[in-house]
């Protein structure tokens, strides 16, 4: 199965601060578990619609692809779980989702 | 060095007032993404994977110690307690929020700094030696030129909108530590046959998805003409060069369609028919060059006895020494390479008091100067030899005293996908992974010079290209994977690093290194370095033991 045939949620970064957002149907939120998954074309079609045009909040909606373990692409994982490293001001010290993202990769 | 003037403060002042007043607008509703978008870029302020990040200009990678703590307290207050010095000798901040940009922008012009084309197509800030104005081979200091070129390049009018982004590197040494020839033009510094210094011009070198070294196009341009002359070299790029496609629209594509000889002409009649061609005010120049003059050394001789006995009585001391030490033009003075390259570290990242200790050690032993060079890494430019060991110790107390410069650790790499919007594969952990495998000191003495460069995706960041042995992170149905490149140098007589064969898993990276290694030390004729042991044997031979675990 394709990644486009997966069902979709629409992920944007948030305008203020830059942290990924998911959209939720009324709103937006840090938690991919809150995000709105879109089954078909059409309704991932309208959902990112009214994303764009939020614009006052997000920057540059888009549609991702999901399964049953969440993200598909390696790329949005690191997306929501920051930087894979162990870096100097990592909020998250002790593993933290960094380091799972890290576990899952190629 | 270099003050800002009058012009310099107020026009960097209402560019500041200016984005915070875009940013309002972007923030009401008034300003569109797609028309803010230009405007961020303009002042340096991407969007990446997680966040903003805002690229701060260090202008030839020269800056004071009240800069570099202005730095720590941004990192300290509207980031995350830490910076990453990056292959163009500048810094960026991986977390800023929009709201508070205005206002690190303010913090920054207060100590005459600015994010200012460090995005777009235009001329890029300009890079040079990290060991300007101090190395023993130079022949005069390069950055009262670069500093020329910032004042002409910022803010022109005809060279803001280029079909693609220009960047310039200079160098006053006849050893080439600012890889020059590989930049959109690479300035060499000469002396014609009168004695006079002036300027060797390349053009059309470059990285990215079509690395090409730069040709020389004029063995001299007497220093009072250059700015003609880089003139001329802009204005045929800006009249040829493709806009069409942006995998085209550098200006080492424009240099290899026309033909070396062809270009040449071209910017030679352009150079001749400039009626009123551009010229620096003496006055300027002269007030330039006094910024750059040397400061009052004390009357020293070099390898002074203290320096000795403390090299006999502590051997992670010499090692250091030998290792991160530059001759200094000045007898009795050193410049030190502080390496941003801890075993196991990431590349070029600083913490804020990391940043303050290394504003101290420019203040207690320098005259509170500061270089980043392209290899991610710190240079104290000035410090005397009988006070290394006291050096030494003030940087063990942050972790800054790694003896590793030039070695197989000190490796390049950009954020990869760590961070970037761009990437297609991570290049930290690699680099991570890499620099835990030969951590050992006495094996990387043994290794020698040997220059790993890491990037994440085509773009070269990480400059894999003029990698000894270069790393590119590619992506493939989701996974990650490695493409080797073997023979490259950014230095001398530059090259492109040739591909080795397939693709490697990450996990497979370090121990194809270590393959390298060993083939190279089992090889190695006399006190040959690795890149000339790869160009005696051929690529052949290398590349086969990459893929030959065991051999």
């Given at each position: 199965m394709s990644r486009k045939d997966l069902p979709q949620v629409v992920t944007a970064n948030d305008l203020l601060s830059g942290v990924v957002v998911f959209w939720t149907g009324q709103g937006w939120s840090e938690?991919?578990?809150?995000a709105l998954m879109l089954d078909d074309p059409q309704t991932q079609k309208e959902a990112l619609a009214v994303a764009e045009g939020d614009a006052g909040r997000v920057v540059g909606p888009y549609l991702a692809a999901v399964d049953a373990a969440g993200l598909v692409r390696f790329r949005e994982r690191i997306r929501i779980t920051g930087p894979t490293v162990d870096y100097?001001?990592?909020?998250?010290?002790?593993?933290?989702p960094g380091a799972a993202a890290g576990s899952s990769g190629a | 060095m270099y003050r800002y003037d009058d012009f310099d403060a107020q026009f960097v002042r209402e560019r500041t007032d200016q984005f915070r007043t875009q940013v309002e607008r972007r923030l009401s509703g008034e300003l569109t993404e797609d028309e803010f978008k230009p405007l961020r870029l303009m002042n340096g302020l991407y969007l990446q994977l997680h966040a903003y990040m805002l690229r701060v200009a260090i202008p030839y990678g020269t800056l004071s110690s009240t800069q570099m703590r202005r730095l720590a307290e941004i990192a300290d207050r509207w980031d995350r307690g830490y910076g990453h010095f990056t292959t163009r000798q500048n810094i960026q901040f991986n977390w800023p929020k929009l709201k508070d940009v205005p206002d690190i922008l303010d913090a920054l012009a207060e100590v005459e700094m600015h994010a200012i084309q460090?995005?777009?197509n235009c001329i890029r800030n300009v890079t040079s030696d990290?060991?300007?104005?101090?190395?023993?081979?130079?022949?005069?200091?390069?950055r009262a030129t670069a500093e020329l070129m910032r004042q002409w390049s910022t803010l022109h009018p005809e060279f803001s909108f280029l079909p693609r982004k220009f960047k310039i590197a200079i160098t006053g040494?006849?050893?080439?530590?600012?890889?020059?020839?590989?930049?959109d033009i690479g300035l060499r510094m000469v002396r014609n046959e009168a004695g006079e210094p002036g300027y060797e011009v390349a053009v059309g070198g470059g990285q990215g998805r079509t690395p090409m070294i730069a040709a020389v196009i004029r063995d001299f341009v007497p220093k009072a003409d250059l700015l003609a002359y880089l003139e001329a070299i802009m204005r045929v790029y800006n009249l040829y060069?493709?806009?069409?496609n942006k995998y085209k629209a550098r200006i080492k594509i424009l240099v290899h369609e026309l033909g070396v000889e062809a270009f040449t002409r071209e910017v030679e009649a352009e150079f001749a028919a400039q009626e009123a061609p551009v010229t620096a005010d003496p006055e300027l120049v002269t007030a330039i060059e006094a910024a750059f003059a040397p400061p009052t050394y004390a009357v020293l001789a070099d390898d002074p006895p203290a320096l000795a006995q403390a090299k006999a009585a502590n051997p992670a001391f010499k090692r250091w020494v030998d290792t991160n030490l530059m001759r200094h033009k000045q007898p009795g003075y050193a410049g030190i390479t502080v390496s941003?390259?801890?075993?196991?570290g990431i590349p070029g990242d600083a913490t804020s008091d990391q940043m303050r200790a290394l504003a101290d050690a420019a203040d207690w032993f320098g005259y509170g100067e500061l270089r980043v060079t392209h290899e991610q890494n710190i240079v104290l430019?000035?410090?005397r030899q009988d006070r290394l060991v006291a050096l030494w110790r003030h940087l063990s107390q942050h972790g800054?005293?790694?003896?590793?410069?030039?070695?197989?650790?000190d490796i390049i790499a950009c954020p990869?996908?760590?961070?970037?919007?761009?990437?297609?594969?991570?290049?930290i952990p690699v680099a991570q992974a890499i620099s835990n495998r030969f951590a050992d000191d006495d094996r990387q003495q043994a290794i020698g010079p040997l220059a790993i460069k890491i990037s994440g995706?085509?773009?070269?960041c990480g400059h894999h290209h003029v990698g000894h042995i270069g790393v590119l992170g590619l992506e493939k149905n989701g996974e990650e994977y490695y493409q080797l490149t073997l023979?490259?140098?950014?230095?001398?007589?530059a090259a492109v690093g040739k591909r080795a064969g397939p693709g490697l898993a990450a996990e497979e990276v370090p121990d194809a290194i270590e393959r390298l290694v060993d083939h190279y030390l089992d090889r190695r004729?006399?006190?040959?370095?690795f890149l000339q042991t790869y160009q005696r044997l051929g690529h052949d031979t290398f590349k086969e033991v990459i893929y030959a675990p065991g051999d």
């Open positions: 938690a991919l578990a809150d100097a001001g990592r909020p998250d010290e002790a593993g933290g | 460090t995005s777009g990290p060991f300007a104005g101090v190395a023993a081979d130079e022949i005069e200091d390069p040494s006849p050893n080439d530590r600012a890889a020059t020839k590989v930049h060069g493709r806009r069409d941003l390259k801890p075993i196991g430019p000035d410090v800054l005293d790694t003896a590793n410069a030039g070695l197989v650790t990869g996908l760590d961070y970037c919007a761009l990437a297609t594969a991570r290049s995706c085509i773009n070269a023979g490259g140098a950014p230095d001398g007589a004729e006399d006190d040959e370095t």
